[in-house]
């Protein structure tokens, strides 16, 4: 079969050809890092758009012409979700009851998620020519889409397309002043510019040239950053010595107060406390799965024996509301006495995992949350950062660390971010690696130390430029420590409103060129 056969054939093109262009995807991200493919695969699906919107009255008659063009971003979609989040179904064979549901959430997630570039693809593609105006209306489109699946129902900013520049520390500086969904627009207009070379129009190699000028502008400026932030911390004389712990424990609930009392002691003994020296203890989630603080409270012999009034010890576990009857996923400060000092509540409960959307509906099915029990967490109110004299630690949970806007609607400005996590759920899968990624951004766009405690996820010590000080892999038990630098950042970006101003101006430019250079 030659090329304009296989370009004639509506499966391949409608269905194949961005189907695996979806798959590929998912080596643009950690852990494989690949960024360079996100500049073929992107102008691909840009060149296929247009080439059915040219071609469907002619070769397509017998189905609707938007109906491709809702094929095409859907089936794209379907990939990209499918290589992307394929390991969130491995947190199903924890619960043997739940294990049917395997290849329905394998397949489910993209099929949902897929709707979305869908959309986009449906909302532009009638418009689209090789044509710089084409350029601008096609960024400008998914830029929104990626926006709304971040944001709409729970939101699910997973994967964005900037994400795949976690690993080029210079590039992604500009965070912190733009944020991450304008990053994620400039980013997409950066890897589909090898699309003009396709273009008859004029200039178009001179435009090109436009590309490595931006990516050259990124570094300069990010190196500039980096230098410049690197003075102040050699200024800066605050710090707090902090020991995160990594105890590499198997994904299973606690039954038992001798179950309990074993991981106290496996956790203290990777903690090796000293007793004279002031320290942050930070424990991750999951440690004391299915355990409540009051189960923890028997046990208060073991922290008054082995910490002093010298330690704080923050840990996430599960707590009870008695008045309201409800439950929380929560992190906790206490001090050497078993006494609790602050308590955060998440507030991004995942959906399924520690909820169940619409109850009653899901429960005729059998359905239940993945965490133990049945009845699902609530989620925590507005509540203030962790203030100790001139500490100010932002506390999130888990995978609230892929929420930009936690950050940003926080009350007050945190001088250190820590995230604690339980990354066992996801086995030995490409998880874990795709979730750390998510903290060197929110530690730019904060001008922010990360502390990252995880149970069979990457620990890790994060400065405010994203780079990795210190670090324990997936499957590395132990601790790590360091005195983190507290920088008092007095600056608050508004990070939507410039991801819209970037929007409207893509707009601008389409119109503007929409009946001029074609």
Known sequence: MTYKNLLNNKNFVIFIIPF???????????????????????PSL????????????NIYRKKPYLGNLFLIGYFFGIGFFLSGTHWISYSLTFDESLEFLIPI????????????????????GPFLRNSYSSFFLFCLTFSLIDYLRGNILSGFPWNLWSYSWSWFVEVIQ???????????SLSIALFCFPAILFFKTKYKYLVSFLFPLIIFSLYIYGSYKINNNQTLLEKNKETVYVKAISPNFEMRYIKSDDEIKNAIQKVIRYSDPEIKKETIFVWPEGIFAGVYFEDLKKFKNLFNKNFSENHLIILGINTEDNQKGDFYNSILVLNNKLEVLYKYDKKKLVPFGEFLPLNNFFERFGLKKVTQGYGSFSSGGNQNNLELNTLSVLPLICYEIIFPELIQSSNNKSNLIINISEDAWFGNSIGPHQHFAKAIFRSIENNTFVVRSANKGISAFINNNGKVIKSLKPNEKGSIELNVPLINNKFKNNNDLIFFILLFTYMIIFLTLKNKLQ
Request: with cysteine; glycine share 8%.
């Open 20 to 42: 695996f262009l979806g798959l590929l995807s998912v080596l643009s991200f950690q852990p494989f890092n690949f960024t360079l493919i996100n500049f073929i695969i992107l």
């Open 105 to 124: 959430s394998l397949f489910l997630i993209p099929l949902f998620l897929g709707l979305f570039y869908g959309l986009g693809s449906l909302l532009c």
């Open 46 to 57: 840009f060149l296929l758009i247009t080439y059915v919107q040219k071609r469907s009255r």
């Open 174 to 184: 500009i965070l912190n002043p733009i944020g991450l969904y304008a990053f994620n």
